[in-house]
């Protein structure tokens, strides 16, 4: 099979397309047939090695597809059936083995590539809205980079809550989509100060929630943009990682509160990760959540697609189709 492998740690250079065995299940697992694949800014920390895993590793934690093959333990899928699954290393491929615990079932009326675009993504908006910090109508909340993957999903989720929404983003085009997607104010971050900009849209209070993906360039500046007692969810680096800092910033700025989570740990049992998931397809299903897949790729052109996200060039989903 086809695979997308990196052997050392580097840019995009070092996402080789290379030929492997198609794998075989162990006993609790299932192998899938992948129809497509998800691109999330989670496998760039990967292929850089900031987020570390034994090499040489297959890249992507995210797809959908059928059920090919499976281990002889395996009970809750069989051959034939239609899954996607996230959370696994492996999924630019043709085919990846997978524990059954961690494949949810796609409803009929989903299809293959809005499921690889929907599950990691829609389920990380999901629990940042409902379990990180419980939003609530009557809540602002400031989305940052609001036009990218997770973005576009956690403003529909929060406008779907009734929540205030304040979206960043870094140009005009972007700015459309994020109001497009319910957000009540656009800062374009990188010609306004986003910082005086929201306490001037908050009427000098600051907003109740930060949803910062993008760390290193507003991680400060967000947590100037809290009201007393708000809390900062930093959950993701795209500009870097943010420098240590002392706790006692937290109390200068107004008894805040700071989360660094991480949708493995919002999906620990096969339960919960089974209830979020159907929550998010249920809502797709609906129509309540709109996707954008914006960008689909041939495997092989997997550098193509991390130049692309890495460069700010992408809005919505990305999408390898082996
Ligand atoms: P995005 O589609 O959001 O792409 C990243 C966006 O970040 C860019 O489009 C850009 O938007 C913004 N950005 C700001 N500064 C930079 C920079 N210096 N370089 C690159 N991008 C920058 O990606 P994803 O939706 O895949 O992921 C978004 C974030 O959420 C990532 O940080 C990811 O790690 C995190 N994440 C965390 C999860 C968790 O559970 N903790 C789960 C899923 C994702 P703009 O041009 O508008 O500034």
Redesign the pocket.
């Known amino acids: 099979m086809k695979a997308i492998q990196v052997k050392q740690p580097g840019g995009p250079e070092v996402l080789e397309l290379v030929d492997l065995p198609v794998p075989e299940p162990k006993a609790d697992e299932a192998v899938v047939k992948i129809a497509a694949a998800g691109v999330?800014?989670?496998d760039i920390?990967y292929r850089e090695g900031r987020y570390k895993a034994p090499l040489p590793l297959i890249a992507g934690q995210e797809a959908a597809g059928l059920v090919a093959a499976v281990g002889s333990d395996v009970e809750s899928v069989k051959p034939g059936d239609r899954v996607a699954y996230t959370g696994i290393l492996g999924s630019y491929a043709e085919y990846a083995s997978v524990p059954a615990a961690r494949l949810v079932a796609v409803p009929s009326g989903v299809n293959d590539q809005e499921a690889a675009a929907a599950l990691?993504?829609g389920m990380?908006a999901h629990y940042l809205v409902h379990d990180t910090f419980r939003l609530q109508k009557g809540h602002t909340a400031l989305v940052h980079?609001?036009?990218?993957?997770?973005?576009l999903l956690l403003v529909q989720m929060a406008r779907r809550i009734g929540a205030r929404v304040i979206a960043?983003?870094?140009?005009e085009e972007?700015a459309r989509l994020a109001r497009e997607a319910g957000a009540d104010e656009v800062i374009l971050?990188?010609r306004t100060d986003f910082q005086d900009e929201t306490r001037r849209l908050t009427g000098g209070t600051g907003v109740d929630v930060v949803y910062d993906?993008?760390?290193k360039?507003t991680f400060e500046k967000g947590l100037s943009s809290l009201t007393v007692r708000g809390m900062m969810v930093l959950?993701?680096?795209?500009?870097?990682a943010v420098p240590p800092s002392d706790p006692i910033l937290l109390t200068q700025k107004g008894s805040l509160y700071l989360t660094r989570?991480?949708?493995a740990h919002y999906t620990v049992t096969p339960e919960e990760l089974t209830s979020r998931a159907e929550a998010v397809f249920t809502m797709l299903g609906a129509g309540e959540l709109k996707l954008r897949i914006a960008h689909t790729y041939k495997l092989a052109d997997a550098r193509q697609a991390h130049r692309d996200?890495?460069g700010?060039k992408?809005t919505g989903k990305l999408l390898l189709l082996p």
């Open positions: 999330n800014f989670i920390y990691l993504q990380t980079a609001a036009a990218g993957g997770v973005g960043t983003v870094s140009t972007k971050y990188t993906s993008v760390g360039e959950f993701g680096g795209s500009s870097g989570p991480s949708l996200l890495e700010r992408t």
